[in-house]
Structures are given as structure tokens and as C-alpha cells.
T-cell receptor, first 112, second 116 residues
Framework: GESVGLHLPTLSVQEGDNSIINCAYS??????FIWYKQESGKGPQFIID?????DKRQGQRVTVLLNKTVKHLSLQIAATQPGDSAVYFC???????????FGAGTRLTVKP | GAVVSQHPSRVICKSGTSVKIECRSL??????MFWYRQFPKQSLMLMAT?????????EQGVEKDKFLINHASLTLSTLTVTSAHPEDSSFYIC????????????FGPGTRLLVL
């Protein structure tokens, strides 16, 4: 069936470096994509979103890139900080559909 | 804005008892709320979609008589785990979609359930 998945389950980076977390999706009907950050024992926290009519969106220290041709989504974190250590999930939802499907998650560890 | 609360944050109960978890949207109205379950080191699994004023929609494999959902108002949805057993122990997370916003779901802090 349709699914959302991640290339890398873990990612370790040095403090100050840039981080890139990738996500592949298979539902071509997906219209809206979101990145969430989840710290241990807490609920997911919204980071940034992007619609299918865009290929790039920037926030504070974060950028989301969407490549619809290869059904690929990425989250870039600039100047990664120890507080960025968490599990990052991508999620997708088709247009006008309630269902939001989550990827497997990538654990980001930032080394001081 | 867009704050979602859950209560309780942690609960320990005996096998066979029922546990109610509340999910509230604090600063927005939410006709639609969602309940997820998350096992350690795994992703979120959608259990059901809670609709204000109507029956919840359950995902395949989720027992509706086991996980009772009530969405009595635009700011409150409750999940009751009936006759809980140790295998029901998990992290339960709710989310809510702002009626006046986009499709973004805002998540609660989660409820850790431990059934002894």
C-alpha cells in the first residue's frame, strides 16, 4: 500500500554543522507535507510544512525541499544545535483528506 | 497559539480497569481530532479520527469497542481504553486540526499508559 518512509533511521552530526533528513513518499496524491520534531516522552511538534505546488520553503534555520518527480522530501537544519536532538518525522496527507501518515522517523543526535 | 493538552500525562492501572484520556484544544476549535498510538522507538500509528457530533472513524485493526471515542464539543475528545490489558500499555497521543486553519495537526503532549 501507499506509505511514507525515511532513508536513514539515525543521523549524528557535529554541533554547528548542517543536517539533512530525508523522506520518501509513494502516494502521488499527497498534497501537503509536514515535518514534526519529537523529543523523548513528548508529543510531536510542528516544524514546517509545504504544499505540493511548492518545491522549497524556508523557516527559521530550517528549510524543506520537495521533489515531486521522485517523491522525495527533505528537511535541512542549519547550524545544528544540541537542542535539535530529537526524532524527526515527515508526514503527508492527500488533498482534502483527513488521513495523515507518518514516516518511520529519523533520530538526530547532535554532538557538542 | 494552537495548543493541545492531554490529561492525564501518565497513568498506571490494573489489568481489567478502564482508563479515560482527555484531549483538549485550548485556543481553537477542532471539529476533527485524531488519536495515535506510539510504541517505543516506532512511529505514530493512527488509531481513529474523532469527529465532533458524530461517530469516530477507526483504522483497520483497531477495535472500536475497546477504544471508545467521544467528541462531545469542539474542544474536547476523549479516548477510553476499556478493560485494559498489559498489551495496551503504550504512549497515546492526540492531535487536533484547527477549524479556521490549514490541514496542520497540532499534537498534545501524549499520555503514557502502563497496565499492570
Amino acid at each position: 500500500g501507499e506509505s511514507v518512509g525515511l532513508h536513514l533511521p539515525t543521523l549524528s552530526v557535529q554541533e554547528g554543522d548542517n543536517s539533512i533528513i530525508n523522506c520518501a513518499y509513494s502516494n502521488s496524491a499527497s498534497d501537503y507535507f509536514i515535518w514534526y520534531k519529537q523529543e523523548s516522552g513528548k508529543g510531536p511538534q510542528f516544524i514546517i510544512d509545504i504544499r505540493s505546488n511548492m518545491d522549497k520553503r524556508q523557516g527559521q534555520r530550517v528549510t524543506v525541499l520537495l521533489n515531486k518527480t521522485v517523491k522525495h522530501l527533505s528537511l535541512q537544519i542549519a547550524a545544528t544545535q544540541p537542542g535539535d536532538s530529537a526524532v524527526y518525522f515527515c508526514a503527508e496527507t492527500p488533498y482534502n483528506n483527513n488521513d495523515m501518515r507518518f514516516g518511520a522517523g529519523t533520530r538526530l543526535t547532535v554532538k557538542p | 497559539g494552537a495548543v493541545v493538552s492531554q490529561h492525564p500525562s501518565r497513568v498506571i492501572c490494573k489489568s481489567g480497569t478502564s482508563v479515560k484520556i482527555e484531549c483538549r484544544s485550548l485556543d481553537f476549535q477542532a471539529t476533527t481530532m485524531f488519536w495515535y498510538r506510539q510504541f517505543p522507538k516506532q512511529s505514530l500509528m493512527l488509531m481513529a479520527t474523532s469527529n465532533e457530533g458524530s461517530k469516530a472513524t477507526y483504522e483497520q485493526g483497531v477495535e472500536k469497542d475497546k477504544f471508545l471515542i467521544n467528541h462531545a464539543s469542539l474542544t474536547l475528545s476523549t479516548l477510553t481504553v476499556t478493560s485494559a490489558h498489559p498489551e495496551d500499555s503504550s504512549f497515546y497521543i492526540c492531535s487536533a486540526r484547527d477549524d479556521g486553519g490549514a490541514e496542520t495537526q497540532y499534537f498534545g503532549p501524549g499520555t503514557r499508559l502502563l497496565v499492570l
